[in-house]
């Protein structure tokens, strides 16, 4: 059993070994879970013309090769959803999908914006979300809601939002920031996110790749913000001052290697790496997935192919997004105990 084990930890693993792992998700858009068969009954049902009527007419509107680019194609395609009953199938389809690639733990972004800006009540959206996270324990999933604000859009319009959300604060665990960077630094959101945290939100912000500002903004997420975790983040790796704070402090960056693949053509493996090897927690997930056509299993299938990381090095990763989630000590060590027992019986 000991001899399998140290062949199969020294290996690459197989899609089918790191399917099968208990996993984390905690950087997923669920608006970047609309596949197309949703996206198209919904705009039946809501009478949307969103100009495409097959999968493969959908499909073939998913042309991007940046942030910017996919940003463009993606909050159009949120008009289809109009009322709660579609945030909630939305939400579900999601955690369906989430099952059957075993993950146990989900922390889900959602943007209020993208909605309230088209007259979609905060309401509508919440309730719909949250009915979704509220049942997820039914497939075996815990899960939670991470509110962000869109960076594109005013400091003013972040501090409404927040505002909005405060009655809901017991079904909303963290906040956090996302859509188009450029432009719009971390200290623009510099106040709302010291009321959040002074609310008891965990917060976190995308540092996205290979910004005009990356290091510089990712110092500001850190040092003037103090972020708990960062989403995308790799262009750390420039700055080893900032790379031993975030070790020190054992904050976790949360990275998307086929996301990053479509947006800068390049999975960002070798940083990822570097930054596994220097002892940081970095972690794998899917951002997109309906925008990707990769689930968390593949996204670190992928890495692993790629840059032919072992299994030992993939379940680092997986175990890196247990230890770095918003969640107990206790219920870490449950999930971590659980991430060992699979390996220790994986034939
Ligand atoms: N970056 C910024 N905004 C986003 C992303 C991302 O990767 N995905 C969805 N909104
Ligand atoms: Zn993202």
Redesign the pocket.
Known sequence: MIKGMIILLSEQPTLEFIKNMPKAEL?L?L??TLEPDLKLKLAKRNHIDIGQNTIEEVKAAYEFDS?TS??NV?YPAMNVLQKEEDFYELAMAYLAKAKEHHVVYAEL?F?PQAHTSRGISFETVINGYYRAIENSHTLGIHSSLIM?F??DMSAESAAETFEQALPYQDKILGIGL????RGNPPEKFAEVFKKAEDAGFNITM?C?IDQEQSIENIRQALMDIGVDRL??GTNIVEDQKLVDYVKEKGIGLTC?PV?NSF?VDDMKGKEIIELLDQGVKVTIHS??PAYFQSYVSDDLFALSQKYELTSSQVIQLVKNAFDIAWTTDDNKKLYLDSVDKYVENFQ
């Open positions: 950087h858009h608006e970047g942030l996919f940003l993606y972004f943007d962000c869109l960076r996302d859509s188009d960077e995308h996205d989403d995308h998307c996301s947006v951002d997109d």
